[in-house]
């Protein structure tokens, strides 16, 4: 793999070396075929979308500013294409948190982890397949804005300043959209689990 910076390999190929692409797309091809599936929901999809983003970075290649970070532009042409991909499905794709994620520490941990609150903490009455299957649902409710900002800020661990880039919104309003996501996925996460709770209660199987 290449030394060089996502800027320089995108200068070198635009001024003609063909090999500085292929070691950008191989550079980005674990992380952002995860944030897409994660996004998607699906990984056949992922993987059309991360060639269209690979695509677009070629054909707008000679207008990007060398001046400027690589990954941010690559999420913000990335973060599109999906949502083009969402528009042309004409329905919202079910997208599962609940794999877990690395850590600077080395652990795993999942969503729920990552933004607990103390409003968001995992029951611990609920079986590991309970769990995952109620956090499924809970992020599958989300509006699409508030999935997004929570795969870019959790999962890609991009700054605030790079998910405006992305989004191509204020900053003032990446801060209070990650705000209101993770209150809504608390708020949701409550909500689910007090239904499965009530509903396990009425289960007759449960009654001796």
């Known amino acids: 793999m290449s030394v060089r910076t996502d800027e320089?390999?995108?200068?070198?190929?635009?001024?003609?070396?063909?090999?500085?692409?292929?070691?950008?797309?191989e550079r980005y091809q674990n992380d952002l075929s995860q944030f897409l599936?994660?996004?998607?929901?699906?990984r056949a999809a992922a993987d059309d979308v991360f060639q269209?983003?690979?695509?677009?970075?070629?054909?707008?290649?000679?207008?990007?500013?060398?001046?400027?970070?690589?990954?941010?532009?690559?999420?913000?042409?990335?973060?599109?294409k999906a949502r083009d991909f969402h528009?042309?499905?004409k329905r919202r794709s079910a997208v599962s948190l609940s794999t877990p994620v690395g850590t600077a520490d080395g652990r795993e941990t999942?969503?729920?982890?990552?933004?607990?609150?103390?409003?968001?903490?995992?029951d611990a009455g609920l079986l590991e397949s309970e769990q995952q299957a109620l956090v499924k649902e809970v992020v599958d409710s989300l509006p699409?804005?508030?999935?997004?900002?929570?795969?870019?800020?959790?999962?890609?661990r991009l700054s605030y300043n790079q998910i405006a880039d992305?989004?191509?919104?204020?900053?003032?309003?990446?801060?209070?959209?990650l705000h209101a996501?993770?209150?809504?996925?608390?708020?949701?996460w409550r909500s689910a689990v007090s239904r499965h709770q009530g509903s396990s209660n009425q289960d007759p199987s449960n009654n001796s």
């Open 87 to 89: 528009r042309r499905q």
């Open 8 to 25: 320089e390999l995108l200068v070198a190929y635009r001024d003609g070396e063909a090999a500085a692409f292929a070691d950008l797309v």
């Open 166 to 177: 992305s989004l191509q919104i204020p900053l003032g309003t990446v801060k209070s959209r």
């Open 181 to 188: 996501a993770v209150a809504h996925f608390s708020e949701s």
């Open 144 to 156: 699409s804005h508030y999935r997004e900002i929570l795969l870019l800020s959790y999962f890609q």
């Open 52 to 80: 269209d983003a690979f695509l677009q970075v070629h054909l707008s290649a000679e207008s990007f500013d060398a001046s400027r970070r690589f990954k941010p532009w690559l999420y913000t042409i990335a973060a599109n």
């Open 37 to 42: 599936t994660r996004f998607l929901g699906s």
């Open 110 to 122: 999942s969503l729920i982890d990552l933004i607990a609150d103390g409003e968001a903490t995992v």
